[in-house]
């Protein structure tokens, strides 16, 4: 069996991988256990950097980390990754902010990550990439003489190719995608937006058999939807229901069914839209006023980026705006926390709620909506509104499905998961359990692993 690599932005050491349970993270440690492994990554750290790594390791994994210095991680990070692809790839060319100095600096990292990493390898290695900060990763291995198998992982969705041209060098992301030997994509329709990049701008070809050929290579691309461990998930949340922190919330709600939001604080959540639809609902049905209430948890990253200190602030005044709007003296009818939770409380909190309103204008898969189906009571599950703009749709299309930009729309999804009997909360549910168990994390990692190695 060959040694699994992966290599991706952020390497989660073990102990903050032991706090990740059900997630993305242990999925990949598991893998990394199996067959022994190394995961390597930026530290973390901003210092000098060197051209060793620093190498931690356990039993059957490796860890190994590099330094980055503070002018390349704010360009290649916080500059190109957030601030040039990341907008792009949600199919927000208004928040798009591309400099050239930012590009070399990605293009910089990348060749300075691959020179680290190249040593450590063995060639008999499994190389898996993740995710947009590191699309350059495999030409530059090539270029320092990896002749591995490298496969490629986008978490994020992949553009149309009108969306995708509006980038300054473009071509240069559909040459250095090309140097993998598998790169693999969310849904079909990020895959069918590849296929027509190749074909339409890279003067490639595509086999029936699913294989490309551009830029003098070929290499196979494919859909390998992301999923959750299911099982690991039903699990917590049955338990952490009658934890101190869910039996507090359950009191504070006096009977009231809650609603509930978990993202990252990003603009491609959808949450304007979302507290907007919110207040419609309030407007239009106006006997659950006093019956409801909206807990929106929403974390704050990339506090760095202008853009995302911009949007609390709007947000945080929006959701004064609905309080101060509805509120009575014994109801608050929103309830918005910037902070994080364990995903132990989490699935608690899922548990406890009559809905999910998930509802991003564009994301990759959207794990929230996953991990809210897996949380459910089967005796009497929850309702989840989810938006058609989320990878997850593909999959969970028993799901109430709501478009995010029509305020009405969600308002009428919200009424009809408020008011659905339970035979057929409980048929929907049952429906998406059966994909969610079927396309688990482990039959991602799975299907994945066996393409590249074939
Ligand atoms: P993204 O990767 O864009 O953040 P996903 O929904 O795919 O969106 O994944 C988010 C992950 O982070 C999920 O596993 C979710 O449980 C977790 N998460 C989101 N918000 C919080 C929070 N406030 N506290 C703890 N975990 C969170």
Redesign the pocket.
Known sequence: MSRLVIVSNRVALPAEAAQRSG?LVTGLVDALHQAGGLWFGWSGKLGETTPEPNVFETERVTYATVDLTRADHDGYYSGFSNAALWPLFHYRLDLMNFTRRDLAAYRRVNAVLADALAPLLSPSDLVWVHDYHLIPMAEELRRAGATQRIGFFLHTPFPSLGVLATLPHYGDLLKSLCAYDLVGFQTVEDLTAFHDAILRRAGGTISSDGHVHAFDRDLRAGAFPIGIDTEAIAEMASGAVKSRTARRLQESLRGRKLIIG???L?YSKGLEHRFKAFAAFLDGYPAYRNHVRFLQ?A?ATRSDVPEYRALRQRLGALAGDVAGRYAELDWAPIQYLNR??S?RS?AGFFRLSRVALVTPLR?G????AK?YVAAQNPDDPGVLVLSPFAGAAYELDAAVIANPYDPDAVAEALQTALGMPLGERCERWRAMMVVLRRNSIAAWRESFLGALSS
């Open positions: 997630g978990v993202d990252r990003d948890i974390t994080s939770f995903q989490l994301d898969m959207n794990l929230v991990e």
